[in-house]
T-cell receptor
Framework: AQSVAQPEDQVNVAEGNPLTVKCTYS??????LFWYVQYPNRGLQFLLK??????LVKGSYGFEAEFNKSQTSFHLKKPSALVSDSALYFC?????????????FGKGTRLSVIA | DTGVSQNPRHKITKRGQNVTFRCDPI?????LYWYRQTLGQGPEFLTY????????KSRLLSDRFSAERPKGSFSTLEIQRTEQGDSAMYLC????????????FGQGTRLTVV
């Protein structure tokens, strides 16, 4: 069964500093990985995805994520945090070529960027 | 607006009543998903459709939950005999071919059962 772990419920970072939001996954085959962001009272917005190829994936709003197969991780990063990045971030996974399995989400990490 | 649309945005109902939520996906998307999200948790998959066919429904939380997508366009999620534990955000998402494209989410319907 697929699963995602986001080990940190909350991440605090000062504006202008780099940020990392951690994600590890478990699938039996090759993973297909996503990051979504959720602002208050809003649905989830897609940030970026990894299918195959370059392990460093660039996405919206200056975010990027690094796929590490040996560590089964897909950490979200940004070189310089903005106050407006404060939101709830979700990592999700599905198994590539597994047919009809849905996305499985982690519990989310709340990012707080302090001015 | 060409995104995923959900109605209503908020629903307050008394315990024991039935509620129905509607989702209008992005028009060219053939896959439609329903998720439930409770406070402090990530979205939990409920069911999904490919066109009008419901391909997975074993994750629906109980037999009080049902979903339809009669013409392969909009979908409805019904909860019968609501309970306080049903209070949550219900999210709808749509996508093109699963596994190759990301899913786009609506803003959700927040259900409060009193």
């Amino acid at each position: 069964a697929q699963s995602v772990a986001q080990p940190e419920d909350q991440v605090n970072v000062a504006e202008g500093n780099p940020l990392t939001v951690k994600c590890t996954y478990s699938v039996s085959g090759n993973p297909y990985l996503f990051w979504y962001v959720q602002y208050p009272n809003r649905g989830l917005q897609f940030l970026l995805k990894y299918i195959t190829g370059d392990n460093l994936v660039k996405g919206s709003y200056g975010f990027e994520a690094e796929f590490n197969k040996s560590q089964t991780s897909f950490h979200l990063k940004k070189p310089s945090a903005l106050v407006s990045d404060s939101a709830l971030y979700f990592c999700a996974v599905r198994e590539w070529n597994s047919g009809n399995t849905p996305l499985v989400f982690g519990k989310g990490t709340r990012l707080s960027v302090i001015a | 607006d060409t995104g995923v649309s959900q109605n209503p945005r908020h629903k307050i109902t008394k315990r024991g009543q039935n509620v129905t939520f509607r989702c209008d996906p992005i028009s060219e998307h053939n896959r439609l998903y329903w998720y439930r999200q409770t406070l402090g948790q990530g979205p939990e998959f409920l069911t999904y459709f490919q066109n009008e066919a419901q391909l997975e429904k074993s994750r629906l939380l109980s037999d009080r939950f049902s979903a339809e997508r009669p013409k392969g366009s909009f979908s409805t999620l019904e909860i019968q005999r609501t309970e306080q534990g049903d209070s949550a955000m219900y999210l709808c998402a749509s996508s093109l071919i699963e596994g190759l494209t990301e899913a786009f989410f609506g803003q959700g319907t927040r259900l409060t059962v009193v």
